[in-house]
């Protein structure tokens, strides 16, 4: 199964995508994962990411679909793959579709998880990420058992850099400039499907589980 979580930052894609991956025993392919790893460990590519980054910027396209054909060809990924914040422009899902038609794959689904611009703001403002494992909180609806650390592996908290107001709005107007209009191109090859998002984490989970027919199994 090929799936691509849709849907503005803050919107649940992150989470979601781990629950699938782990429950699908596929790998999650998250592209702002590896370029702020990339980032941390100081790398070229992560050197030329991380103005665009800081500024909640797209890191161009060419990059992007580097990583994500190099990403492709590793064998973990052949019975599948969650992805989680690629494609974000036309280009990248026309490249993604030319990569995994190359590969002998396809993308089965797009789940289109729909947030308002509120929501993202309330919930980003109070993100907390994990930097060892990448688990993620909120100081208010989502709060980790022990302040500051992991429940998961018990690694500290911390705050991206990007999830700051005025760079998630910039993130924001990307999103719907940008981005949106994959919801036209999916749509149109029959395969996108919408989430409410502001709904609990299980029961988008438990929409995403029906909508794929894995539903039941302890949702
Ligand atoms: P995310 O963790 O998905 O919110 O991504 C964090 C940042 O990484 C974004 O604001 C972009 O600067 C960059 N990024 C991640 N994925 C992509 C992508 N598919 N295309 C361009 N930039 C990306």
Do not use: W
Request: contains cysteine; hydrophobic residues 35%.
């Amino acid at each position: 199964m090929n799936l691509i979580l849709l849907g503005p930052p803050g919107s649940g894609k992150g989470t979601q995508g781990r629950k699938l991956a782990e429950r699908l025993g596929i790998p999650q392919i998250s592209t702002g994962d590896i370029l702020r790893e990339a980032v941390r460990e100081g790398t070229p590519l992560g050197m030329k990411a991380k103005a665009y980054m800081d500024q909640g910027k797209l890191v161009p396209d060419e990059i992007v679909i580097g990583i994500i054909r190099e990403r492709l060809e590793a064998k973990d990924t052949k019975k599948g793959a969650i992805f989680d914040g690629f494609p974000r422009t036309v280009p990248q899902a026309e490249a993604l579709d030319r990569i995994m038609e190359e590969l002998g794959r396809k993308i089965d689904a797009v789940i289109d998880i729909e947030v308002s611009d509120e929501e993202v703001l309330r919930r980003l403002t109070g993100r907390r990420t994990c930097r060892d494992c990448g688990a993620m909180y909120h100081v208010v609806f989502n709060p980790p058992k022990k302040e500051g650390l992991c429940d998961v592996c018990g690694g500290e908290l911390y705050q991206r850099d990007d999830d700051k107001e005025e760079t998630i709005k910039n993130r924001l107007r990307v999103y719907r400039e940008q981005t949106e209009p994959l919801e036209t191109y999916y749509e149109q090859k029959g395969i996108l499907r919408r989430v409410k998002g502001e709904a609990s984490i299980e029961e988008v989970e438990k929409e995403i589980l029906e909508f794929l027919g894995i539903e039941g199994r302890d949702a």
